[in-house]
Protein backbone atom coordinates (compact mmCIF):
# COMPACT_ATOMS: atom_id res chain seq x y z
CA UNK A 1 0.00 0.00 0.00
CA UNK A 2 2.95 2.52 0.50
CA UNK A 3 4.30 1.64 -2.76
CA UNK A 4 1.29 2.75 -4.13
CA UNK A 5 0.84 5.82 -2.31
CA UNK A 6 4.48 6.60 -3.08
CA UNK A 7 4.28 5.65 -6.82
CA UNK A 8 0.84 8.45 -6.48
CA UNK A 9 2.82 10.85 -4.84
CA UNK A 10 5.88 10.65 -7.23
CA UNK A 11 4.13 10.56 -10.01
CA UNK A 12 1.83 14.10 -8.87
CA UNK A 13 5.19 15.43 -8.49
CA UNK A 14 6.47 14.65 -12.11
CA UNK A 15 3.60 15.50 -13.55
CA UNK A 16 3.82 19.11 -12.36
CA UNK A 17 7.57 19.23 -13.08
CA UNK A 18 6.52 18.37 -16.23
CA UNK A 19 4.54 21.31 -16.79
CA UNK A 20 6.55 23.83 -15.31
CA UNK A 21 10.37 23.71 -13.97
CA UNK A 22 9.49 25.21 -10.53
CA UNK A 23 8.80 22.59 -7.39
CA UNK A 24 5.14 21.89 -5.54
CA UNK A 25 4.49 23.78 -3.26
CA UNK A 26 4.45 22.63 -0.14
CA UNK A 27 0.05 22.59 -0.31
CA UNK A 28 0.28 20.56 -3.73
CA UNK A 29 2.33 18.15 -1.74
CA UNK A 30 0.08 18.16 1.07
CA UNK A 31 -2.76 17.55 -1.45
CA UNK A 32 -0.73 14.60 -2.83
CA UNK A 33 -0.06 13.03 0.39
CA UNK A 34 -4.01 13.38 0.97
CA UNK A 35 -4.76 11.90 -1.91
CA UNK A 36 -2.46 8.58 -1.46
CA UNK A 37 -3.31 8.37 2.23
CA UNK A 38 -6.97 8.27 1.21
CA UNK A 39 -5.94 5.76 -1.81
CA UNK A 40 -4.31 3.59 0.75
CA UNK A 41 -7.47 3.89 3.24
CA UNK A 42 -9.87 3.03 0.65
CA UNK A 43 -7.48 -0.09 -0.87
CA UNK A 44 -7.33 -1.31 2.95
CA UNK A 45 -10.87 -1.56 3.73
CA UNK A 46 -11.62 -3.33 0.54
CA UNK A 47 -9.12 -5.72 1.26
CA UNK A 48 -10.99 -5.71 5.01
CA UNK A 49 -14.03 -6.22 3.06
CA UNK A 50 -12.89 -8.80 1.01
CA UNK A 51 -11.43 -10.94 4.00
CA UNK A 52 -15.09 -10.42 6.12
CA UNK A 53 -16.83 -11.37 3.33
CA UNK A 54 -14.58 -14.58 2.86
CA UNK A 55 -14.72 -15.32 6.48
CA UNK A 56 -18.72 -15.12 6.63
CA UNK A 57 -18.96 -17.64 2.99
CA UNK A 58 -16.64 -19.92 5.42
CA UNK A 59 -18.96 -20.22 8.20
CA UNK A 60 -21.48 -20.44 5.87
CA UNK A 61 -20.38 -23.66 4.19
CA UNK A 62 -19.41 -24.79 7.52
CA UNK A 63 -22.76 -24.22 8.89
CA UNK A 64 -24.30 -25.72 5.69
CA UNK A 65 -22.26 -28.91 6.35
CA UNK A 66 -23.13 -29.33 9.26
CA UNK A 67 -26.49 -29.58 8.66
CA UNK A 68 -26.48 -31.74 5.75
CA UNK A 69 -24.61 -34.23 7.86
CA UNK A 70 -27.48 -33.71 10.62
CA UNK A 71 -29.99 -34.27 7.46
CA UNK A 72 -28.15 -37.52 6.62
CA UNK A 73 -27.58 -38.57 9.85
CA UNK A 74 -31.48 -38.56 10.67
CA UNK A 75 -31.54 -40.37 7.03
CA UNK A 76 -30.12 -43.37 8.72
CA UNK A 77 -32.17 -43.47 12.00
CA UNK A 78 -35.52 -43.04 9.92
CA UNK A 79 -34.60 -46.34 8.01
CA UNK A 80 -33.97 -48.73 10.71
CA UNK A 81 -36.36 -50.94 10.86
CA UNK A 82 -37.53 -53.80 12.92
CA UNK A 83 -39.72 -56.48 10.80
CA UNK A 84 -40.00 -60.38 10.93
CA UNK A 85 -37.61 -60.63 13.66
CA UNK A 86 -34.64 -58.25 11.75
CA UNK A 87 -33.54 -55.38 13.19
CA UNK A 88 -32.39 -53.75 10.01
CA UNK A 89 -30.73 -50.09 9.10
CA UNK A 90 -29.92 -48.62 5.58
CA UNK A 91 -26.93 -46.29 4.73
CA UNK A 92 -28.13 -43.30 3.12
CA UNK A 93 -27.28 -43.46 -1.22
CA UNK A 94 -27.33 -39.93 -0.70
CA UNK A 95 -24.14 -39.57 1.25
CA UNK A 96 -20.64 -39.62 -0.21
CA UNK A 97 -18.59 -41.37 0.12
CA UNK A 98 -20.22 -44.18 2.55
CA UNK A 99 -16.95 -44.89 3.69
CA UNK A 100 -17.06 -42.23 6.13
CA UNK A 101 -19.65 -43.42 8.04
CA UNK A 102 -18.98 -44.79 11.40
CA UNK A 103 -21.31 -47.01 13.16
CA UNK A 104 -21.21 -49.08 16.27
CA UNK A 105 -23.29 -51.34 18.14
CA UNK A 106 -23.79 -53.25 20.88
CA UNK A 107 -25.94 -54.12 23.82
CA UNK A 108 -26.35 -56.22 26.95
CA UNK A 109 -27.89 -59.50 27.71
CA UNK A 110 -29.74 -59.40 31.37
CA UNK A 111 -28.50 -62.56 33.02
CA UNK A 112 -30.68 -62.03 36.15
CA UNK A 113 -28.07 -62.55 38.77
CA UNK A 114 -27.48 -58.45 38.71
CA UNK A 115 -24.68 -59.22 35.87
CA UNK A 116 -24.96 -58.85 32.43
CA UNK A 117 -23.27 -60.32 29.31
CA UNK A 118 -22.00 -57.26 26.94
CA UNK A 119 -23.02 -58.30 23.29
CA UNK A 120 -20.65 -56.30 20.45
CA UNK A 121 -21.30 -56.37 16.68
CA UNK A 122 -18.02 -56.47 14.93
CA UNK A 123 -18.92 -56.91 11.98
CA UNK A 124 -20.11 -53.19 12.10
CA UNK A 125 -16.94 -52.04 13.90
CA UNK A 126 -14.73 -53.87 10.80
CA UNK A 127 -17.18 -52.10 8.60
CA UNK A 128 -16.11 -49.28 9.65
CA UNK A 129 -12.96 -49.39 10.21
CA UNK A 130 -12.16 -51.25 6.58
CA UNK A 131 -14.34 -48.33 5.08
CA UNK A 132 -16.47 -50.45 3.36
CA UNK A 133 -20.25 -49.33 3.88
CA UNK A 134 -21.95 -49.05 1.02
CA UNK A 135 -24.56 -46.81 -0.06
CA UNK A 136 -28.10 -47.86 -0.37
CA UNK A 137 -27.44 -50.90 0.92
CA UNK A 138 -29.82 -53.04 3.84
CA UNK A 139 -27.91 -54.05 7.01
CA UNK A 140 -28.85 -56.37 9.94
CA UNK A 141 -28.31 -56.70 13.41
CA UNK A 142 -27.90 -60.27 14.05
CA UNK A 143 -29.27 -61.26 17.58
CA UNK A 144 -31.39 -63.80 19.15
CA UNK A 145 -34.71 -64.08 17.99
CA UNK A 146 -37.15 -60.54 19.48
CA UNK A 147 -33.85 -59.81 21.55
CA UNK A 148 -35.13 -61.52 24.54
CA UNK A 149 -33.27 -61.37 27.79
CA UNK A 150 -31.73 -57.48 25.99
CA UNK A 151 -31.74 -55.28 28.66
CA UNK A 152 -29.83 -52.85 26.58
CA UNK A 153 -29.02 -52.36 22.89
CA UNK A 154 -27.87 -49.44 20.70
CA UNK A 155 -26.22 -47.79 17.75
CA UNK A 156 -23.48 -45.16 17.99
CA UNK A 157 -23.19 -43.03 14.21
CA UNK A 158 -21.08 -40.63 13.40
CA UNK A 159 -19.74 -38.26 10.36
CA UNK A 160 -17.10 -36.32 9.38
CA UNK A 161 -17.64 -32.78 9.81
CA UNK A 162 -16.09 -29.61 7.21
CA UNK A 163 -13.26 -29.39 10.18
CA UNK A 164 -12.41 -33.11 10.84
CA UNK A 165 -14.26 -33.17 13.76
CA UNK A 166 -17.26 -35.85 13.99
CA UNK A 167 -21.25 -35.33 14.21
CA UNK A 168 -22.48 -38.04 15.95
CA UNK A 169 -26.12 -39.40 17.29
CA UNK A 170 -26.61 -42.13 19.23
CA UNK A 171 -29.67 -44.53 19.18
CA UNK A 172 -31.79 -46.97 21.66
CA UNK A 173 -32.16 -49.57 19.08
CA UNK A 174 -34.68 -51.56 21.94
CA UNK A 175 -37.51 -48.44 21.63
CA UNK A 176 -37.48 -50.29 17.81
CA UNK A 177 -37.67 -53.74 19.27
CA UNK A 178 -40.31 -53.14 21.69
CA UNK A 179 -42.95 -50.78 19.69
Same mark, same amino acid.
Given at each position: ?16 ? &??? @?? $????? #?MAA %?? *? +? =??A?? &??? @?A $????? #???? %?? *? +? =?E??? &? ?32 P ?9 G ?10 S ?9 S ?26 M?V ?22
Amino acid at each position: MRKIALLCIIALVLSGL &AGC @AS $EPTPE #EMAA %AE *A +E =AAAAA &AIE @AA $EERAA #EEAA %AA *A +E =AEAVE &ANRLYVRKTLDELKSSIRYEDGELSFEIPASYQPPSDWVIWVAGRIDTKNGSGISQHYEEFDNASMNRSWEAGTKYAIPEPPDFIGMDQLFMDVSLPDENGGLIEIHIDLLEYVKN
